[in-house]
């Protein structure tokens, strides 16, 4: 069974860009979140969608968005890229269950110059 | 969503258990405890979860004190592979509350 695959595995990226981060979750998972990582403020939660909406949002600004295709695969954008936004960028997939574990990608690494 | 405490770092002897402490002192009833660990530049894997009862699966145990107000995981024998970053999450079960809160973590360094 194929893992959670995130795709660009790097990327750099200078301020005023966007960009846009692709996940495609493990088969038959319809849920998809997604975290920013960074040293000083370790693994924060950003969103997550479920069957296509987003079911839960975390504390970041409108700069961060994301959307969930009919396929389950989700992407998240960022627009106006700041020195901050630089981090890895981890996506997670699970059945959607109350219970369910989460299984990460690898991540996306970013870099804002 | 209920907060944990856990120790910053701790080392373990390579062949003995590795106890790794968690304080969730605000859990509520319906929300589980979730241990992840994070190896260096890895996304997290999931190690164990539960809800009141002690648990154990091929990777770790998992005890969960009678208050809920704690909890301990132990990895039976470490190896320097469980060298890595392991999270205690508390999470509810009631619909909507899906997003995971990620601590600082413990630091379980291996030692030879």
């Known amino acids: 069974k194929a893992g959670v695959t995130q795709t660009p595995r790097y990327l750099i990226k200078t301020r005023g860009q966007q960009v846009t981060l692709s996940c495609s979750p493990i088969s038959g998972h319809r849920s998809v979140s997604w975290y920013q990582q960074t040293p000083g403020q370790g693994l924060q939660f950003l969103f997550e969608?479920?069957?296509?909406?987003?079911?839960n949002k975390g504390n970041f600004p409108g700069r961060f968005s994301g959307r969930q295709f009919s396929n389950s695969r989700s992407e998240m954008n960022v627009s106006t890229l700041e020195l901050g936004d630089s981090a890895l960028y981890l996506c997670?997939?699970?059945?959607?269950?109350?219970?369910?574990?989460?299984?990460f990608g690898e991540g996306s690494r970013l870099t804002v110059l | 969503d209920a907060k944990t405490t856990q120790p910053t770092s701790m080392d373990c002897a390579e062949g003995r258990a590795a106890n790794l402490p968690c304080n969730h002192s605000t859990i509520s009833g319906n929300e589980y405890v979730y241990w992840y660990r994070q190896i260096h530049s890895q996304g997290p894997q999931y190690i164990i979860h539960g809800l009141k009862n002690n648990e154990t699966n091929e990777m770790a145990s998992l005890i969960i004190t009678e208050d809920r107000k704690s909890s301990t995981l132990i990895l039976p024998h470490a190896t320097l592979r469980d060298t890595a970053v392991y999270y205690c999450?508390?999470?509810?079960?009631?619909?909507?509350?899906?997003?995971?809160?990620f601590g600082t973590g413990t630091r379980l360094k291996v030692l030879a």
């Open positions: 999450i508390v999470r509810g079960s009631t619909s909507g509350t899906y997003k995971y809160i």
């Open positions: 997670a997939s699970s059945n959607g269950d109350h219970t369910g574990e989460l299984f």
């Open positions: 969608y479920f069957s296509e909406t987003q079911r």
